[in-house]
């Protein structure tokens, strides 16, 4: 993942008074696009794993898979290892996904 994009996602997700509005331009270019797709997914990944769903994690080809299963199904996201760091950096998803 590019520097930029790893810090705009890293901001988003830690800073809460981090504006979007504020660092339109930034954010704007496919660089800041990329970084707020990464952090929405990251986040609707965590709010999974905080609902209490179970989980499983496999490391394969270079990239992680996260498993959730959901009561009439499940849902697989894919990572990269960055993305995956990132995912853990919240304490209830270490927790729920086993990595403490």
Do not use: C, K, Q, T
Request: no cysteine.
């Amino acid at each position: 993942m590019a520097g930029f994009v790893e810090l705009a996602v890293r901001r988003m997700r830690e800073d809460r008074g981090f504006s979007r509005n504020r660092h339109f331009l930034a954010l704007s270019s496919p660089e800041g696009r990329r970084a707020v797709r990464i952090a929405r997914h990251l986040r609707s990944i965590e709010s999974d794993l905080e609902a209490g769903w179970p989980a499983r994690v496999e490391a394969r080809d270079g990239r992680v898979r996260v498993s959730v299963d959901y009561r009439g199904g499940n849902r697989e996201a894919w990572l990269s290892p960055a993305e995956y760091r990132m995912l853990l950096s919240n304490p209830i998803v270490r927790a729920a996904l086993g990595e403490e």
